[in-house]
């Protein structure tokens, strides 16, 4: 049960680097800077480590099959679009609606898991997945009910949200698909080879079009290092984990354990900005755990 330890402590640092994110003012950033950031100040930390990990157990870079290429640069595209998605929500007055589509990645996964790769998900462990999702939608404070949530789910909002449930579960399922064509037994040296040329492509690639449409930005990116790198390092530790745990099990699954992250940001709230569970909450954290030990009885 590998996987589990590694999707939850994936979680736990997207958890620690949303948290950098909201304590460390970066206004000098746009957007796109601050993703980029993201992804600059991972990018040396994954090359170097996984130069050092090859070169420790011997035998070289690992032959790469010939998709692998095709999937790493689809999922780094779609994983760079779906955050665009993301930060896009923050204009936007129905940003809790659009957050609350954004949050069927993991049904979405399972769909798109089984269209690309034919990964299949068992009645109960879809069964468990949906009370994971009731458990995160709960938590979401969907307004007045379900009912208040379909009724407001034309806007532009809601379209964004799903779009980047749509774009995250593409980008889940072609990383699976890129450590299955790292042609290796061992699973940290698939999941370290695929981070790191993700991680690379997306920074040379976002780079670029940053400096061909919004000059400046990646000075002012240099010029945060400071309290950039903290956040590379935290998206370092949760990327890394959730890329081995996709060499270990279905993307779904992993997604689905994942949502603990929810429960962490609840408990973040309560430590360190002095906030109170409410009963809602309450049931809401007792589905995903409910759901979370489901899967793993199951899996």
Not at 112 to 119: I, S, T
Not at 127 to 132: C, L, P, R, T, V
Not at 231 to 248: D, K, R, V
Request: proline share 3%.
């Amino acid at each position: 049960m590998a996987w589990v330890f590694l999707a939850v402590m994936a979680a736990a640092f997207q958890t620690l680097r949303f948290m950098l994110q909201k304590s460390l003012s970066m206004g000098a950033l746009s957007a796109g800077g601050a993703t980029l950031a993201r992804f600059l100040y991972s990018a040396p930390f994954v090359a170097l480590g996984a130069s050092l990990y090859l070169l420790a157990r011997g035998g070289g870079l690992p032959a790469l099959g010939p998709l692998f290429w095709p999937y790493a640069l689809s999922g780094a595209l779609a994983q760079i679009l779906a955050t665009w998605c993301v930060v896009a929500l923050f204009a936007r007055r129905n940003f809790a609606v659009g957050i609350t589509f954004k949050k069927t990645e993991v049904m979405l996964t399972a769909l798109v898991g089984y269209l690309v790769l034919g990964d299949t998900v068992s009645p109960g462990a879809l069964a468990a997945i949906g009370a994971g999702l009731a458990g995160v939608l709960i938590l979401s404070d969907v307004p007045e009910g379900m009912g208040g949530l379909l009724r407001r789910a034309v806007n532009p909002a809601a379209g964004l949200g799903l779009l980047s449930g749509v774009l995250f579960a593409v980008s889940a399922v072609a990383y699976r698909g890129a450590t299955f064509e790292v042609l290796t037994d061992d699973s940290l040296a698939r999941a370290l080879v695929t981070l790191a040329v993700v991680t690379v492509s997306q920074t040379i690639g976002l780079g670029l079009w940053l400096r061909m449409r919004a000059p400046g930005q990646l000075s002012a990116v240099l010029g945060a290092w400071r309290r950039a790198v903290w956040i590379g390092l935290a998206g370092l530790g949760g990327s890394l984990g959730w890329f081995w745990a996709f060499t270990l099990m279905n993307a779904a699954y992993v997604f689905a354990v994942g949502q603990v992250e929810v429960i962490f940001s609840v408990l973040a709230s309560v430590w360190f900005f002095s906030e109170r569970i409410t009963r809602r909450e309450w049931a809401g954290m007792g589905l995903i755990t409910l759901s979370v030990i489901a899967l793993v009885v199951l899996a």
